[in-house]
């Protein structure tokens, strides 16, 4: 089974501490042996948001990678699947991190969201204080996160349950104070829960607790954090259960999805070993945009019915021939 995360977007409108994030490029580049520590921080600089590799795995493992204009998904994927790592692109930081832990940590990341939105203005603006952060090479978890909890006025609970440890050394941009904590937590499976933070006291106490439980099912290297605002596509009405049952022995796929429509055909093109034509002069002719963002959850289904839930709600058509994959508009 093909299994392929994409995770959704917080609601249009929800109020976010974050800025818009930026488009997802492209990858150029040729690595041969190449630290992986070297490949984040170009991927990082090319991203526009920090690639931060996590401190169980080997930063000096090698990479050997030819990528012509590749979508960053899917350069992310290569370099994760040999660390036995995934990759959770969110909407300020890229993570790779060990095992399947990418879905834990987009999933926190929405919770965070939705938890910090629902906020008094007090609190919802403290976790919102944006600020760099950096740290010399073997500081101490503890010592930084008790660093941070005193500058931002803020008592941890759970904090002598962190691990002692020594980390290498980092150079983050300004980031919210809650995603500063979550992105240090994370490396220890933990998170900060916000929800302690709605006391009546003067001082905010939040506690720190584990990540959610991981979710079962599938096999995924690169979980995306949909960004948050645009133009939503609703997929169209499930007519009960007229799902077409998958050939035996075929491929099938499963998704939870919202992304730029572009994005997402070129790494599902990729998944299927084909090129992606998108008519994108087409597209323009009927007022779509590229970037449209396409909302579908999806579970076993076979490539075809994959593709017709993809481009039926923007009234797109679909052709393979050969090895390409042709998207545009329906002709007349």
């Known amino acids: 089974m093909v299994f392929l995360i994409l995770a959704a977007a917080p609601t249009i409108g929800q109020e976010s501490d974050r800025s818009p994030p930026q488009r997802l490029p492209t990858v150029t580049a040729s690595w041969s042996g190449v630290p992986v520590r070297t490949v984040c921080r170009r991927l990082g600089d090319l991203a526009g948001r920090p690639v931060i590799l996590d401190r169980r795995l080997d930063p000096d493992t090698p990479v050997t990678l030819d990528a012509r204009e590749a979508p960053l998904v899917d350069v992310l994927g290569q370099i994760a699947t040999p660390l036995g790592a995934s990759c959770a692109v969110l909407p300020t930081s890229i993570r790779i991190v060990p095992g399947r832990a990418a879905v834990r940590l987009v999933a926190s990341d929405a919770e965070r969201s939705r938890t910090i939105s629902a906020l008094p203005?007090?609190?919802?603006?403290?976790?919102?204080?944006?600020?760099?952060?950096?740290?010399?090479?073997?500081?101490?978890?503890?010592?930084?996160?008790?660093?941070?909890?005193?500058?931002?006025?803020?008592?941890?609970?759970?904090?002598?349950?962190?691990?002692?440890?020594?980390?290498?050394?980092?150079?983050?941009?300004?980031?919210?104070?809650?995603?500063?904590?979550?992105?240090?937590?994370?490396?220890f499976d933990r998170r900060i829960d916000w929800e302690t933070a709605r006391g009546r006291s003067a001082r905010v106490e939040v506690e720190i607790v584990p990540l959610p439980p991981e979710i079962a099912g599938g096999d995924a290297a690169v979980v995306v954090g949909a960004p948050s605002g645009g133009p939503a596509v609703a997929p169209p009405p499930r007519a009960g259960n007229s799902r077409?049952?998958?050939?035996?022995?075929?491929?099938?796929?499963?998704?939870?999805?919202?992304?730029?429509?572009?994005?997402?055909?070129?790494?599902?093109?990729?998944?299927?070993?084909?090129?992606?034509?998108?008519?994108?002069?087409?597209?323009?002719?009927?007022?779509?945009?590229?970037?449209?963002?396409?909302?579908?959850?999806?579970?076993?289904?076979?490539?075809?019915?994959?593709?017709?839930?993809?481009?039926?709600?923007?009234?797109?058509?679909?052709?393979?021939?050969?090895?390409?994959?042709r998207v545009g508009p329906k002709t007349d």
């Open 121 to 187: 203005p007090a609190p919802r603006r403290l976790a919102g204080r944006r600020a760099p952060w950096s740290w010399e090479d073997g500081a101490r978890p503890r010592d930084l996160l008790e660093a941070i909890a005193a500058e931002a006025g803020i008592d941890l609970a759970g904090l002598d349950d962190i691990p002692h440890d020594h980390l290498a050394a980092a150079d983050l941009p300004a980031l919210p104070l809650a995603e500063r904590l979550d992105l240090l937590l994370a490396q």
């Open 244 to 325: 077409r049952p998958p050939a035996a022995g075929m491929p099938t796929w499963t998704l939870d999805v919202a992304a730029p429509l572009d994005q997402l055909l070129a790494t599902v093109a990729k998944r299927m070993e084909l090129e992606l034509a998108l008519d994108r002069d087409g597209l323009r002719r009927k007022g779509i945009a590229a970037a449209e963002i396409v909302r579908l959850s999806v579970k076993d289904v076979d490539r075809d019915t994959l593709l017709d839930r993809i481009v039926a709600p923007l009234e797109l058509a679909w052709t393979i021939e050969g090895h390409t994959l």
